[in-house]
């Protein structure tokens, strides 16, 4: 039965869904977050023939398909808000000043990973500035990007955005690094190549065994949704995947303050590094 309206959610219900997505992804709901959950999931249980979060919860636990469902479930439940040039300071000091010390230091190739990437802007958006800057060609720079959410991370794949996730981009780059057709903006597949994408959930420590180890990590925005314990497990998977030295990227209202002291924190003007 359809019911019309959102599903509502019981007090214990709440409880066990919010620790079954703790558990899987490490993103922590406050009790003011019952309402996001009731939203963002009542038509899911609607395609389920559910009418209860009960219901939900029995199928997520023991039914043949649970861990398709698990992957669905944490689809529906991301923030996934993002856009290309964003926090741009950080970026334009990677180019200018991070690069150069490591090349300084002897490197002659570099790897830089994105590690909660959502739908690729800000991993593209590296390689277009890299691009404006001349080192792509110039030097073996990889450019990895991880999500926990398949969704998203299909739509990077794809390179196809709307004029949503060009919110104070020059018109230049958009001009020259997109082609426009009807409201999509398809990516130059030359950028595009230059990221490689894959589903990682920062949660499992091996989340970077497909690369090995990082010069530079961006984790932005996304440490917010974490409590303490999984931000720890976090940033200490963060030191052993960084190669020494080793640069990391959080967002701006992100700190590794009471989560860890094995990094030196650097206020380089437009933001913070922390060093390995
Ligand atoms: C708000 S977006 C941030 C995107 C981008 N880093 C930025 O700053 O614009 C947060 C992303 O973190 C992802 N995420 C949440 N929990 C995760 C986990 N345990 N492992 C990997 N990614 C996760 C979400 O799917 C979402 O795409």
Same mark, same amino acid.
């Given at each position: 039965m359809i019911q019309i309206g959102t599903i509502k959610i019981k007090d214990? /219900?709440?409880?066990?869904?919010?620790?079954? +997505? *703790?558990?899987s992804s490490a993103i922590s709901f406050s009790d003011s977050k019952k309402y996001l959950l009731e939203n963002r999931?009542?038509?899911?249980? &609607?395609?389920?023939?559910?009418?209860?979060?009960?219901d939900y919860i029995y199928y997520l636990k023991y039914n043949v398909k649970k861990k398709e469902e698990m992957e669905i479930l944490l689809n529906l439940?991301? +923030?996934n808000e993002t856009y290309f040039l964003r =926090?741009?300071? &950080?970026?334009?000091?990677?180019i200018k000043t991070v690069i150069p010390e490591l090349q300084a230091k002897g490197k002659r190739s +570099?790897?830089?990973?994105?590690?909660?990437?959502?739908?690729g802007e800000e991993a593209y958006s590296m390689a277009i500035l890299l691009n404006e800057a001349g080192l792509l060609n110039r030097m073996s720079i990889e450019i990895y990007a991880s999500d926990i959410n398949t /969704?998203?991370? =299909?739509?990077?794949? &794809?390179? +196809? *955005?709307?004029?949503?996730?060009?919110? $104070?981009?020059?018109?230049?780059?958009?001009?020259?690094?997109?082609?426009?057709? $009807?409201f999509s903006f398809k990516l130059d597949p030359l950028i595009a190549s230059q990221v490689k994408f894959f589903q990682g959930n920062l949660l499992s420590p091996l989340v970077a065994s497909k690369f090995g180890k990082a010069d530079i990590i961006f984790c932005r925005n996304v440490l917010i949704y974490f409590d303490m314990e999984a931000k720890i497990k976090v940033i200490e998977t963060f030191?052993?995947?960084?190669?020494?030295p080793g640069y990391l990227f959080?967002?701006?209202?992100?700190?590794l303050n009471k989560i860890s002291d094995k990094f030196q924190m650097k206020n380089f003007g437009g933001g913070i590094v922390y060093l390995k």
């Open positions: 214990d /219900e709440f409880v066990e869904l919010k620790d079954i +997505i *703790y558990n999931l009542t038509k899911r249980l &609607q395609e389920l023939n559910f009418n209860s979060f009960k439940v991301t +923030i =926090e741009r300071a &950080q970026m334009d000091y990677m +570099i790897r830089i990973w994105s590690s909660a990437s959502s739908s /969704e998203v991370l =299909e739509t990077a794949k &794809q390179g +196809i *955005y709307r004029s949503v996730s060009f919110r $104070g981009v020059p018109p230049q780059i958009v001009d020259k690094y997109f082609t426009k057709d $009807g030191h052993k995947t960084l190669n020494d959080l967002g701006h209202s992100e700190t």
